[in-house]
């Protein structure tokens, strides 16, 4: 989380647990009170978001959720049972910590004197303006970083000279990162009001082409906001020279399309449309590194060209040549059992069948494994190949055919 979110979950905590009165409920054990600081605890409860569950997770509050240790504190006799009083006094501890204590604390470590004021809706005051640059997990590249800045300081100076007020300046007063990243710019209140009205319409007009996410459809909408038209009607009216409006314009258009290329938003996106920032506004593609493993990782090794790679087998192969002894020969019929079946003789194929039948008739034999197969079958073929002179005479008489006599 980043740190204003870490601020502003431990007070949204803070805050239930007072308006609920847990901890005084928890001290006296009354029933009444316990019924309606449960009742109270859960209709605040249903407003929290993730950053508040997980400082809730942190301060050991979770059990405050659960109906059974209501239940438990409101038996009978859960007063004086010491297994009982046990988890209320916790809870109790862990309560006043959170409501009194980490308020205090976190307040003199993270909140800053450049911070500015929030108000109920979480909207920050003018003139200051807060870019969130979404990463959901991934890391940004330096270009995307360098995009929002740059982006937001050009933007500026065209409005500055838009309101007539050529000496603002804008300023990074603070950065912050945790899940995603964010900088705040402090400048002129005017320019940044009008900053961010010129971001707010960019943003009305990508949720209007939301299906169209090229960049092509990104530059015209960053050349079409309506702060081009108020550039042209102060060209006109002489309040402002040709030269330096058409300069303002493409100023504009500019810093909005880099503001949209780097995928860059701000707090107020979410509170004028119904439509999510970090689905509309996804960086273009070379901004973030994925980390391995992310969905968007897996979408880049998928892009990229499959190289054809040689098998183990084919890898392993020798080169054909035409020089070929017995040796080879027989270890190309020991690693396929189909040849030596097909270049086997005759006679050493009836020499093997009573064998292969003893062994099927054996079914309390040990089952043979790939390593024994193959030095069985190459025994067979060394007896073949290798045999005595005697039996390849003979087996050389059985198989040449009869000669005719000769007359």
């Known amino acids: 989380m980043r740190r204003v979110e870490i601020?502003?979950?431990?007070?949204?905590?803070?805050?239930?647990?007072?308006?609920?009165?847990?901890?005084?409920?928890?001290?006296?054990?009354d029933t009444t009170e316990l019924v309606c600081a449960h009742a109270d605890w859960v209709a605040r409860r249903q407003s929290f978001g993730a950053p508040e569950d997980r400082v809730i997770g942190v301060l050991g509050l979770e059990q405050l959720d659960d109906p059974a240790f209501w239940a438990k504190a409101l038996s009978e006799g859960a007063n004086r049972d010491p297994e009982m009083l046990r988890p209320i006094s916790e809870m109790h501890r862990n309560a006043r910590f959170a409501q009194d204590e980490l308020p205090k604390l976190l307040s003199a470590l993270l909140v800053r004197e450049s911070d500015a004021v929030v108000t109920g809706e979480g909207i920050e005051l003018p003139g200051r303006l807060t870019v969130l640059v979404l990463e959901d997990g991934d890391s940004s590249t330096p270009e995307r970083l360098a995009l929002v800045l740059n982006s937001i300081g050009t933007l500026y100076s065209a409005c500055a000279q838009i309101l007539a007020e050529p000496n603002a300046h804008v300023s990074v007063v603070a950065c912050?990162?945790?899940?995603?990243?964010?900088?705040?710019?402090?400048?002129n209140v005017r320019v940044i009001e009008r900053v961010r009205d010129v971001v707010l319409s960019f943003w009305d007009r990508v949720v209007f082409f939301r299906e169209d996410r090229t960049e092509d459809r990104m530059k015209l909408i960053a050349e079409s906001l309506p702060v081009a038209d108020e550039v042209e009607e102060l060209a006109a009216s002489g309040s402002m020279s040709r030269e330096t409006a058409d300069t303002v314009k493409q100023q504009v258009a500019e810093s909005i399309f880099m503001f949209g290329r780097a995928g860059a938003t701000i707090p107020e996106f979410q509170q004028v449309a119904v439509y999510n920032p970090r689905e509309l506004m996804r960086p273009t593609s070379g901004m973030i590194v994925a980390e391995e493993g992310s969905a968007e990782a897996a979408v880049e090794e998928a892009a990229e060209p499959a190289v054809a790679e040689p098998t183990e087998a084919e890898s392993a192969a020798p080169e054909p040549t035409t020089e070929t002894s017995a040796a080879s020969e027989a270890d190309s019929i020991v690693e396929t059992p189909a040849a030596v079946e097909a270049e086997t003789p005759p006679a050493a194929e009836e020499s093997e069948t009573p064998a292969a039948e003893e062994a099927a008739q054996e079914p309390d034999g040990p089952a043979l494994n790939g390593t024994d197969l193959q030095r069985i079958i190459a025994e067979k073929v060394d007896k073949v190949l290798h045999g005595q002179p005697e039996d390849r005479?003979?087996?050389?008489?059985?198989?040449?055919?009869?000669?005719?006599?000769?007359d």
């Open 7 to 29: 601020v502003q979950a431990v007070q949204n905590v803070a805050e239930a647990l007072v308006s609920s009165h847990v901890m005084s409920a928890l001290a006296r054990m």
């Open 176 to 187: 912050d990162s945790g899940g995603d990243k964010s900088f705040d710019f402090l400048g």
């Open 393 to 406: 005479e003979s087996g050389a008489e059985k198989d040449e055919p009869a000669q005719p006599e000769s």
